[in-house]
């Protein structure tokens, strides 16, 4: 079992930035891949952005020079630098991890509220 712990999340202005930080426990050999998803209400959740173990990233186009994603290995923590939010960033998002011959995220974070007001 993998446990993972976001925080960061909270209120921020349109054109603001907010750091979103998660830290990772448990089994953590079962960690490949590291992402980052989101979920407005009303809307399915989807993909932000994803990390592998080899430090390759992608994101989704909505966040492409907005967002960056990294990784600490040694401390098994994935953060979200999140530049230039838009009210339409907001949702609630979600960590989440898979190793990497899975196709979809086997472990979840509880997820931390990003609110961007115009």
């Known amino acids: 079992q993998v446990q993972l712990v976001e925080s960061g999340g909270g209120l921020v202005q349109a054109g603001g930035s907010l750091r979103l930080s998660c830290a990772a426990s448990?089994?953590?050999?079962?960690?490949?891949?590291m992402g980052w998803y989101r979920q407005a209400p009303g809307k399915q959740r989807e993909l932000v952005a994803a990390?592998?173990?080899?430090?390759?990233?992608n994101y989704a186009d909505s966040v492409k020079g907005r967002f960056t994603i990294s990784r600490d290995n040694a401390k098994n923590t994935v953060s979200l630098q999140m530049n230039g939010l838009k009210p339409e960033d907001t949702a609630v998002y979600y960590c989440?991890?898979?190793?990497?011959?899975?196709?979809?995220?086997?472990?979840w974070g509880q997820g931390t509220q990003v609110t961007v007001s115009s």
């Open positions: 448990g089994s953590i050999f079962s960690i490949n891949v």
């Open positions: 989440a991890s898979r190793r990497f011959y899975k196709n979809s995220p086997e472990y």
């Open positions: 990390i592998g173990s080899d430090s390759s990233t």
